[in-house]
């Protein structure tokens, strides 16, 4: 069954990991697929490729999510070139893991700026087009397990997720009157780009997947059943909802 046939669906970051198995997804269930994009054409270009040859049609924008302006240009660009905006998966972040006590005051204000600020611009800005169109959306924001428990070396990050977790709450109720939902999902350990690094220490990574009842860590095509059932009319009486997507990591205590 194809769940999003003939919506269009704006992913941000959506050129790797998450985001890019998030855009795929959606063109693989129907979608008309627009995705931002940080930095990498090529990347970006072999996702387009990607969800052409799934028969859908595909959009790449360049810019970074931290400006307002991106916003605003992305779901313009979006409207002209597909007509109208029926979801926005705001997943765009970075995660770069450094200790609490010597946090460069850079690092902290960019991981803000670009997870917090840029899902902020990016969900309001899709919300005005939906309004305007007047018949309802779904927005689907990223967080993360980390908007529930702590990371040492993530004093910066874990706050812009669960402050992601709770942009949604809050928009949930400031746009339910509009027939648009708003949900996360909230991803635990997935093997990408973001966490290469750290995940490089094989101790790390074991320790990470013992963790996992579900005895391996997540890959990002874990997330696109979550991502395409909030963003369908399968989840229409689901809003202001967060799906940990984690393999049973968070409940696992002892
Ligand atoms: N990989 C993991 O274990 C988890 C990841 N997440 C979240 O998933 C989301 C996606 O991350 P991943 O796919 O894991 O890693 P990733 O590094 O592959 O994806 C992040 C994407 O965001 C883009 N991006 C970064 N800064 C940007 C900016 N200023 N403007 C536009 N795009 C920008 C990157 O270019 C990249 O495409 C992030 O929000 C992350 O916090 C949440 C929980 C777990
Ligand atoms: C980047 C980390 O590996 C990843 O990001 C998250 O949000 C998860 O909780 C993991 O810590």
Redesign the pocket.
Known sequence: MRLLEGKTVLV??????????AAIGAAQHGANVAI?????DD?AASCIAEIEALGQKGLAVK????LPE?ASDFVAQAVDAFGRVDVMVS?????PFHAFLDMPAETFERTQ???MH?AYYMCQAAARQMVAQGDGGAIVA?????ALVGGEYQTH?TP??AG?HSLMQSAAIALGRHGIRCNSV??????????KDDLADADKRRYMESRTPLGR??Q?EDLIGPIVFLASDMAAYVTGAALLVDGGMFVNLQ
């Open positions: 941000t970051g959506g050129s790797t990991g998450i985001g890019r198995a931002n994009y940080a930095s990498s990347k810019g970074d999510v931290a991106t997943n765009a972040g970075i995660c700026r670009v997870n840029g990223v967080s993360s397990i980390s990050y812009t997720k992601v909230l991803p635990g350990t997935i093997l990408t780009e973001i966490n860590l997540g990002p």
